[in-house]
């Protein structure tokens, strides 16, 4: 049995106290339980509050709650419980889910286990509050007021000021590609798409199964997050990187290997690279990649490009736009400030309590914003990313033929393949499997590999730039239930170019 003093040392108060004695236990302990349980309470009233106020209704609610693991040593008790929740916004079409991490503590007093404390993994609740003084009427009153404010600043939008600054924005995006030889355009609906793929949707054991683990790494330990790691994962699916190990590890497009050497001390820390056998700042820190962003910007090399918007406590998002929001990242308050990264799976308006998100660390599927979260966020909208390639001279063109890959001069590949990502589908659903290139090639091909490792294989299509065919799914087999798809394209100089993504059923 694993030893009690592996366990979290920010707990040691209630292991000396089981230790200690009986009698020093039964009074101490009672008056910590009081404490504790009065937390959950305030808690509780807090969310049902807010939520209330917000307009959110909950139906079809179902808690299922799971054992992952349990330590007993003398009078103490550490047990790590998983709890699944499922139910349907009242409104909302798509059902959602959400599960949290619990580490409960229990303490012999009088012969009997006592629950003396509940730690939540990943909530910024507790970070801010337990263990403090507070009001909880007053921090009720507080929350309620900075929603009325988000109203009444949204109510004075102005419009045209908005319109002119997505246009100055466009401008601008508009000036960067005119300078680039590589460009891919994001792809908002792959992006929460594939979101929707790794997040789990139904009770399990284990919190991090439908996790990518295959091809990305998990950082979900116990005192790390997994949140910007798959938003980084989500924006790669966005810009059409191909969910293989191969070609994540080789830090394939769209992934920045170079990153910002110039001019900065810190310039490894201004990659966004994902691949697995290492750890790269701003793919896995919300705000290193806060930083990414902001020296992509004013960068001349590959990179991402995207727009960033810092959203007052007092506001909604008016100024990002509704279509905007759907594929683009948030930060909010987690257990540091801006510390959690969620991925925008739909939103019917710009008001907080109109977004719903996916997540990890906790995972999260097609939550509502307004429900978790509040106070100042981060809107990052990916737009475009780039590398500008030297050829024959500083950012000359390269030269294509038509059905070419290969620039004649330098030997620069161009193609890549955008799938159509699906969201995931109910079992003998048939499905459209659609692809393109961004150029014309002669022959394109399409496979699907079912969770049973059978594959079938499609006829291919020639001097074109797109292939698209029915499939239906047959298999589903919890939690290995993933259809893994495979384009390959061969360009007229006989470039191969392959992507793979994935679908989910259910």
């Given at each position: 049995?694993?030893e ?9 108060e209630?292991?000396?106290?089981a230790?200690?004695?009986?009698a ?19 808690k ?22 799971a054992?992952?693991?349990a ?7 550490v ?14 079409k ?9 580490t409960v503590?229990l ?6 286990w006592?629950?003396a404390?509940i ?5 910024w ?5 337990k263990?403090?003084?507070y009001?909880?009427?007053?921090l009720?009153?507080a929350?309620?007021q900075t929603?009325q404010?988000q109203?009444?600043?949204s ?7 908005i ?7 466009s401008?601008t ?8 030889a590589?460009?891919?355009?994001y ?9 929707y793929t790794?997040?789990?949707?139904t009770?399990t ?5 439908y ?5 990305f790494n998990?950082y ?8 910007m790691n ?8 966005g810009?059409a ?6 070609q994540?590890k080789?830090?394939a497009a ?15 820390k ?13 793919w ?15 960068d001349d090399?590959?990179?991402?490009y ?7 406590a ?5 100024e990002?736009?509704?279509a905007n929001?759907i594929?683009?990242i948030i930060?909010?308050?987690?257990t ?11 939103a019917?308006?710009t ?22 979260y509040?106070g ?10 780039y ?26 590949v161009?193609?890549?393949i955008?799938?159509t990502l699906?969201s ?21 091909a399409?496979s ?5 490792g059978e ?9 074109t730039?797109?292939i ?11 939690p290995d ?8 394209a ?11 993504w994935t679908?989910?059923?259910y």
């Open positions: 049995m694993e009690i003093s592996a366990m979290d040392n920010s707990n040691d209630f292991r000396s106290d230790v200690g004695g009986q020093n236990s039964a009074a101490v302990m009672a008056e910590k339980l009081k404490k504790n349980m009065q937390f959950m309470k305030d509780a009233v807090y969310f049902s509050e807010i939520r209330q106020y917000n307009g959110l209704q909950r139906t079809n609610f179902k808690v299922e709650y054992v992952q693991n330590v007993v040593q003398g009078n103490l008790s047990i790590d419980i998983l709890e699944n929740i499922s139910f349907h916004y009242v409104g909302v798509d059902p959602s889910f959400s599960q949290e991490e619990h503590y303490v012999k007093a009088g012969g009997e006592i629950v404390n730690e939540t993994k990943y909530d609740f507790d970070e801010e509050y263990d403090t003084t009001k909880l009427s007053s009720i009153e929350e309620k929603i404010a109203a009444v600043n109510a004075n939008v102005n419009l045209a000021e319109e002119a600054a997505a246009e100055e924005e401008a995006e508009a000036e960067i590609i005119a300078n680039a590589y460009v891919r355009s792809n908002k609906d792959n992006a929460w798409k594939y979101a790794y997040t789990t949707s009770a054991s284990n919190p991090n199964s996790y990518n683990e295959a091809v998990d979900s330990g116990p005192k790390a997050g997994d949140c798959f938003a980084s994962q989500s924006i790669y699916a810009f990187g191909s969910n293989s190990l191969d994540v080789a830090g769209p992934q920045d290997t170079v990153g910002l050497e110039k001019n900065q001390t810190n310039a490894e201004t990659k966004w690279f994902g691949r697995p056998s290492e750890t790269y700042w701003a896995t820190s919300c705000s290193y990649f806060r930083n990414y962003i902001d020296y992509s910007a004013s090399g590959t990179r991402l995207a727009v960033k918007k810092s959203i007052s007092s506001s909604d998002f008016s990002v736009g509704t929001l594929g683009s930060h909010v308050n987690g540091a400030t801006l510390g959690h990264a969620v991925v925008v799976n739909a019917t308006g008001a907080r309590n109109q977004i719903y998100y996916s997540a990890h660390s906790p995972n999260s599927k097609n939550l509502n914003l307004a429900d978790k509040s100042a966020m981060v809107s990052i909208r990916p737009v475009f990313f590398d500008i390639t030297a050829c024959t001279g500083t950012y000359a063109s390269h030269t294509f033929s038509e059905t070419n890959s290969k620039c004649t001069r330098c030997g620069y161009r193609t890549y955008t799938p699906l995931p589908v109910e079992k003998n659903t048939t499905v459209t499997l659609t692809a393109k290139t961004n150029h014309t090639v002669s022959s394109i399409m699907v590999t079912n969770p049973k594959t079938k294989t499609f006829t291919s299509e020639t001097n730039n797109s698209s065919r029915t499939y239906t799914p047959t298999v589903a087999s919890h239930d993933l259809y893994t798809v495979t384009v390959t061969v360009s007229g100089d006989d470039v191969t170019t392959t992507s793979i679908f989910r059923t």
